[in-house]
């Protein structure tokens, strides 16, 4: 089955600073890439995602970038600010990503004032 | 439009005792999963369901089970409790995919404590 690796674990970052995750999968079948945001105490929450037929994305200060060949795809948060802080989840599918979503291990981001 | 709801918040259970975690949506949507989330694990996939009537094991289906009898509720049992079975568990449902929006609304979570 389809396995994800999310790194790294924990990620500091000065606020303004940008911050990078980043997600490598192992089945090359593998086409919808979503982002989930889980902040402490609530449900994840989608903020972005990217399918395999495009190689970027963006959506204000957050992007993701998408390389199928090397099998990764990364968040790119610009200009973070303290509400950023949270734990972030990376997730893969194949068709149309309503079958077993398999989910990264997750990156605690602190953005420090 | 509640989205996804789950009852109970949260329970304590002892071991061997059985309850049932229940998720309920109100979107529609034709698929819902339960989820289990463990520190350092993400979330790991315990059982799914494609349609009212159908179910299918995920990556972590041992010592639970489901029924979706109605297309809004999926029901999530665990028979004999364990310690192991310590975890918030999260409902998800979704749509078919239109290229456009979310595609897996997730619940709040039950917190299960099991001792």
């Known amino acids: 089955g389809e396995n994800v690796e999310q790194h790294p674990s924990t990620l500091s970052v000065q606020e303004g600073d940008s911050a990078v995750i980043k997600c490598t999968y192992s089945?090359?079948?593998?086409?919808?890439f979503p982002w989930y945001k889980q902040e402490l105490g609530k449900r994840p929450q989608l903020i972005i995602d990217?399918?395999?037929?495009?190689g970027e994305k963006k959506d204000q200060r957050i992007a993701v970038t998408l390389n199928k060949t090397a099998k990764h795809f990364s968040l790119h948060i610009t200009e973070t600010q303290p509400e950023d802080s949270a734990v972030y989840f990376c997730a893969a599918s194949k068709d149309f990503g309503n079958e077993k979503l398999t989910f990264g291990t997750g990156t605690r981001l602190t953005i420090i004032p | 439009n509640a989205g996804v709801t789950q009852t109970p918040k949260f329970r304590v259970l002892k071991t061997g005792q059985s309850m049932t975690l229940l998720c309920a949506q109100d979107?529609?949507?034709?698929?819902m999963y339960w989820y289990r989330q463990d520190p350092g694990m993400g979330l790991r996939l315990i059982h799914y369901s494609v349609g009212e009537g159908t179910t299918a094991k995920g990556e972590v289906p041992d010592g639970y089970n489901v029924s979706r009898l109605k297309k809004q509720n999926f029901l999530l049992g665990l028979e004999s409790a364990a310690p192991s079975q310590t975890s918030v568990y999260f409902c998800?449902?979704?749509?078919?995919?239109?290229?456009?929006?979310?595609?897996?609304?997730f619940g709040p979570g039950t917190r299960l404590l099991v001792l």
């Open positions: 990217i399918r395999s037929n495009v």
């Open positions: 998800a449902s979704g749509r078919l995919a239109d290229f456009s929006g979310e595609t897996q609304y």
């Open positions: 089945d090359s079948a593998s086409n919808y």
């Open positions: 979107m529609n949507h034709e698929y």
